[in-house]
């Protein structure tokens, strides 16, 4: 440990952020979420309540969802991470982007991200999980806007596209 | 012809952005060099101002600066109906939360210890938090005008002779209580001065231009020196209507002349924002012994907290709308909103009329079941037509669609009645099911005041085409709509028209994204625009292809006579044609809605010029041990007059479904006390049932279309269709909400006890 300009003592940490190595000096109390908005400038991680209640900030991290507000930078050390930028090039979407907008899954798009990533940690887990497995999976992510069913329909696309493919 | 983009589920505008994680709202927006703004809020609930001490605060290094009532150069006083709120307490405060004094400092922590260092004397006032209490005639003064914000009159009819001639006479109160939006994304902006030194805010809104009309007078500058750009919204439910963080932003960046920045906690958002009225309605309802409504009198309080907000609209509103969408022809209401030290309540989704639906939902439950008719019979022998006077006087000549909407959900009611019958166990196995009914009607629009939408068009000589709207799209989808209208009037790919929206030096005024109104208002201004468009253009194209004006079509952006469709000129071909460079044709559109103002002694008028209608059958079960409501089924019918985009309008429906399984089972908002989701429980997808949206087209002849509105109309008879499930279920009725486990545990044992 040292200390930081402002006098806070900081931590050297490094990551594997969306396939980039990444290595930061970061004061000890800062939060995974400060860290990937302010510094990194990965803004699809969104602050919806900063206490670990809303989901809107979940990142995957060592294949697990975590709500970055409640992860301190330092944990994160040596972690693999994965945003909602890393999950397509800019040019070709991730299939459960392509649903979300297929089937209309977005109204105000603030929980939209985390959604994403918390059904993907879903996917990965449990490729063809029922509908109520799904509505578990994104339980921990609210959302206000859209009554969930659209966003439900969606992950389920993905779900039936998976299948089909394999067949 | 038939329509090509308007019906059609396009994807919305903007929707990729949201899906990558790339879109921008106001948290996101960098901003170099920018200080951090927190406000020093009251910690007493009602009292007088004497001192606020920010020197010492003032002199902390990284503090820019410190202000309070005294710094504003303007008035300091706003309020969106009426104006009774301070920027900052000069001489009172009237909630925990009241804000004191403003700080501007180089980094959050700094701001934090500034807050800290501030020290204000303020002499408790004994505080009311029971509007029964504030109406008392030896009541402290809230306000210096008295604690009666606001009284409400409908009066139709003979109420006594209706009584007289009714058969059966159903009296009951009931209470709702206050509400948090909880929009996903906390309040947030950032200002600064431009080039020329004009404060440019960039905010999350509901309402660009009247956050400038607020803003305007509380810095005393002229109209051109401020302007308001709304950032994207991450959801807004009326929530977003009042001003919160803007006159902060806009005062620091005009007073310090450096960019600013505000983003509120989840904690302060809960503290600072409005709240959904608790209401307490005393409704009785009579009806003749073949069940025909004859008269409906009640008297409704609401807690507008500490500030007016939208108050007088909520107590208008429920007013207007307490009989439901049925013909009652002896009417007398009487409905107040009242001031408070809790909360200030303004608008959330509804103002008042999913409240006041519980009330006259329940009352038309009441009197079926004594009546011995089913629930949808006892509607529909009721229920509004073509030609029906509502209780404002008002004779309804079109889209009326309430009837289509209770036939519509006949079929799932009688299904759900049958599975429940078929199978005893559903009955009495510790778990009882129940299915509940409930209609609504919502007026589109402000009540019963002017409520004008703008919007203009351009095309360039490249046949470039821009919409202008103030309209504020806060998630709903009304830039996709907007476009859609705007692409099917000219006879365009969707994809063709550029939007530019809600901001005030570019666009002009929209009104509020509120009241279901934007579709049908602002929906109408641009379809005008674009038909003045696409006038000069079919001329034009008429010239060029030598035939008769009328006989011009376009269709996917070709031009083409009627008779010899061979014979095509491309859209940017006709828009080029005679245009000098730099030269635009210009359209503009402009709505208002036809309504008149309310006679304040009967409530008589055209408070709106058309209504949506719904109805909606949910299956609910009951868990005896628990308490536990749980919704397994709904099926909601909406007549919208037309959608514009079916997706967008399910959207809606499952979004108002949402928001009234929270509203009607367990949200409530204690004043001084929620502070986090962690008490204030909206709902997961676990709590959801399927919902199976219906979408009705009565068209309306003055909407786009024949488009109305459904955002609030959505929300509106989910409670009261659960709790009428509840009573199904359980043979027991809810008098208020929400219906939590205590409440069901209590009710349930007091059905066995007695
Ligand atoms: S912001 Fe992290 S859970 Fe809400
Ligand atoms: S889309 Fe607005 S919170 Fe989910």
Redesign the pocket.
Known sequence: MKNGVLGEETLTISMMVNGESVVRDVPVNRTL?SVLREDLGLIG??????????????VIMNGKTV????VLAPKADGATITTIEGLSDGEHLHPLQEAFIEEGAVQCGFCTP?MILSAKALLDENPSPTRLEIREGIS?N?CRCTGYQQIVDAIELVVNRTEEAKA | MKNRVVGERVARIGIRDKVTGHARYAADLEIKNALVLKVFRSPVAHGRVKKVMTEKAAALEGVAGVFTAADIPGENLYGIINRDQTVLASEKVRFVGDPVALVAAETEEIAEAALKAIEAEITPLPALFDPADAMAPDAPAIHEKGNILFTRKVARGDIEKGFADSDLIIEETYETRMLEHAYLEPEAGVAYRDETGCVVLLVTTQNPHADHAQLVPILNVAPDRLRVIQTETGGGFGGKLDISVQPFLALAAYLLKRPVRMVYS?EESFMASAKRHPLKIRMKTGASREGKLLAMESEITADTGAYGSYGIAVATRSAVHATGPYNVPNVSVISRAVYTNNNWCGAMRGFGVPQIAIAHESQMDKLAQRLGLDPITFRLKNAFENGSVTPTGQRLEASVGIRETLKKIRPYYQTFRKEIEANPSRRYDGVRHGVGVASMWYGIGNTGHPNPSSAQMEVDRDGVVTLYTGAADIGQGSDTVLVQIAAETLGLPYERIRLVRADTTLTTDAGATSASRQTYISGRAVQEAALEIKRILTEKAAGLLKVPANMVACEDGVFFPQFREFQKIPFEEVARAGLKKGEKIRGEGVFNPETTSLDPETGQGTPYSTYAYASQVSLVAVDEVTGQVTVKRTVSAHDVGKAVNPANVEGQIFSGVAMGIGMGLFEQFYPNKTKS?DTYLIPTAMDMPEITPIIIEVPEPTGPFGAKGVGEPALIPTAPAILNAVHDATGRWVHQIPADLETIRELISEQEGG
């Open positions: 979420l991680a969104r602050e919806g309540c900063g206490v670990g209640e809303c989901g809107a900030c979940t709500n970055a507000c409640m985390g921990g609210l | 989840r989701f």
